[in-house]
């Protein structure tokens, strides 16, 4: 096991889910470590984020596999951190019923436990849903993190382990000295580091670029709309073809068109698309009176052909990247992965795919 007297000085730049997990992961194994933001934890991507666990995409077998891999240590995480906030109480799916059965089949043959039930069944486990399929797909290993709190409790439990944070201080560049990493340059002055991460969700090519390397990324926007708090509808999330929703701990609940929110444009047209959200949550859970309480519109972080970016950053020893979309699903394996490359000098292995030198 590494020490913190013996493993490199690490600096990671964002304390967004993914930031926050690899300081936590890093911290466990002794490591110095310091994480740097301008802002606060989760005041991004990860805070507007619907923040479903979960194991899509099966027609990727192996980005599936990583998905999958990534539940399984969130099971892990709750277990080990007190009071994290992270609930797995499962999810059901109907998006696209013509190929419901397919989706069901191949996610349960790649280990997601998932299964078709009727909508005799779903009336049973969730009475709350005004009207049910026909039929929809139980997965019961998927779950949600509380996208206000997950960074900052990960952050908390990492801090407990020795890490530091900055907050507030704006990253001017990245030192290095004959192509070796040197630290991160900050408003606040230098982050001395034998190893940095940029963990910076969007923020991210605009770093790279200043040590040379490409990084192209997508920044769709997404509305996520919250409603006042309601009594305890059900612990699962519901998806479809027309609304993606679950409940917080709080009563509120979260919801969109899909799980990466709405696309707007407007003011007039994010208040339609709120009003049309609430009205379609309304229809679902029958006789339960929802408010709309606040409403978000967030950037995300998505490199440009969909996968995450991350491991070592071509041609600067000692630097390395992980930033991506579904970043709360993925950060548990991330951390775990780019931890070991950071203090063990491990090959990319699993990650090898995703490295950034695939944009030239």
């Not at 969007?202 to 309601?230: D, E, F, Q, S």
């Amino acid at each position: 096991m590494n020490t913190a007297s013996t493993s490199p000085r690490i600096a990671i730049i964002g304390s967004g889910i993914i930031g926050a997990a690899l300081a936590y992961a890093l911290a466990k194994r002794g490591a110095s470590v310091t994480v740097v933001d301008e802002g606060v934890p989760a005041n991004r991507a990860t805070g507007g984020s619907f923040a479903w666990i979960n194991a899509h995409r099966p027609e990727d077998a192996e980005y599936f596999a990583l998905r999958l891999e990534s539940m399984r240590l969130w099971q892990g995480l709750v277990a080990e951190i007190d009071g994290l906030p992270v609930r797995l109480g499962g999810a059901l799916n109907w998006e696209g019923p013509e190929r419901i059965e397919a989706v069901a089949k191949a996610l349960d043959e790649g280990g997601n436990t998932a299964r078709l039930v009727s909508r005799a069944r779903i009336r049973e486990m969730e009475p709350a849903l005004a009207a049910p399929p026909e039929v929809a797909i139980d997965a019961p290993l998927e779950g949600v993190a509380d996208p206000d709190r997950i960074a900052e409790a990960l952050l908390i439990a990492a801090a407990a382990l020795g890490a530091e944070m900055r907050a507030g201080v704006r990253v001017t560049g990245i030192s290095e000295v004959n192509g070796r990493v040197t630290g991160v340059e900050t408003s606040g002055g230098p982050v001395e580091a034998e190893r940095v991460v940029v963990a910076a969700g969007r923020a991210t090519p605009g770093i790279l670029a200043g040590v040379g390397v490409r990084l192209p990324m997508k920044t769709p926007l997404g509305l996520l709309m919250r409603t006042t708090p309601v009594p305890r509808l059900s612990e699962r999330i519901f998806t479809s073809d027309a609304l993606h929703v679950w409940q917080m701990d709080d009563g509120r609940l979260i919801l969109g068109e899909d799980f990466g929110g709405s696309d707007v444009g407007s003011e007039a047209e994010r208040a339609e698309v709120e009003a049309r959200v609430i009205g379609r949550a309304q229809t679902a859970f029958a006789g339960v009176p929802l408010m709309l309480d606040a409403s978000t519109v967030t950037a995300r972080p998505v490199p440009e052909d969909g996968y995450p970016a991350v491991g070592r950053v071509p041609g600067l020893d000692g630097l390395f990247v992980a930033t991506m979309h579904s970043g709360v699903t993925l950060a548990p394996v991330m951390a775990r992965e780019v931890a070991s490359m950071v203090l063990d000098d491990a090959d990319a292995g699993v990650l090898a795919r995703y490295g950034v030198e695939r944009f030239g």
